[in-house]
């Protein structure tokens, strides 16, 4: 069985700092990664995906993600984060099983503070 | 916009009703995937039908059903409801023929059980 672990909860850090939000993820088959942002009260907006190929996965709004093997991890990274990225992130895993549902991490709510 | 439209946004409903939300995926887009996000469950996958039939389950409740129709919109029936199932429920859809399977979400809709 597949299933995603997001360390953090939440995740304060000051405007201009980096960030990084960790996902480690378990599964025996081959899998396809994902990065979610939802900002209050909106849907979910895709920012990145692994599917295969080169392990350093570039996203939208200067966000990037190195997807580790060994570690099992698939960690999001940004160099300088604004005000505006203020919002919920979900790592997710997908494949294997025929399905391709989504299983989904419980959340990391980044919070930019001036 | 991600092109998926969930209607209504927003539910408020008495506890033991019946309830229909509905979900139009992106054009051309085969699966649709139905998820319930509330605070103490976090994203549950529900089900996933594709061309009008079912694919996958997930933690769906005996109270909860869905179809998908001929035009591949979908529509989700919970009853009997319960205070618990007060929550955010998006609808997601994907493409044909990707592996990989990007999901695009709907800004969901909001029931609230009273």
């Known amino acids: 069985a597949q299933s995603v672990t997001q360390l953090d909860s939440q995740v304060p850090v000051f405007e201009e700092a980096p960030v990084e939000l960790r996902c480690n993820y378990s599964?025996?088959?081959?899998?396809?990664l994902f990065w979610y942002v939802q900002y209050p009260n909106q849907g979910l907006q895709l920012l990145l995906k692994?599917?295969?190929?080169?392990?350093l996965v570039k996203g939208i709004n200067g966000f990037e993600a190195e997807f580790n093997k060994s570690q099992t991890s698939f960690h999001l990274r940004k160099p300088s984060v604004h005000i505006s990225d203020t919002a919920e992130y979900f790592c997710a895993v997908s494949g294997g099983s025929g399905t391709y549902k989504y299983i989904f991490g419980t959340g990391t709510r980044l919070k930019v503070l001036a | 916009d991600s092109g998926v439209t969930q209607t209504p946004k927003h539910l408020i409903t008495a506890t033991g009703q019946r309830v229909t939300l509905r979900c139009s995926p992106r054009?051309?887009?085969?699966?649709v995937y139905w998820y319930q996000q509330s605070l103490d469950q976090g994203l549950q996958f529900l089900i996933q039908?594709?061309?009008?039939?079912?694919?996958a389950k997930g933690n769906i409740l005996e109270r909860f059903s869905a179809q998908q129709f001929p035009d591949l919109h979908s529509e989700l029936n919970l009853s009997s409801l319960e205070l618990g199932d007060s929550a955010l429920y998006f609808c997601?859809?994907?493409?044909?023929?990707?592996?990989?399977?990007?999901?695009?979400f709907g800004p969901g809709t909001r029931l609230t059980v009273l």
């Open positions: 599964s025996s088959v081959s899998v396809y």
């Open positions: 997601a859809s994907s493409p044909p023929g990707t592996p990989y399977n990007e999901q695009f």
């Open positions: 039908y594709y061309n009008g039939e079912e694919r």
């Open positions: 054009s051309g887009d085969l699966s």
């Open positions: 692994y599917l295969s190929g080169s392990t």
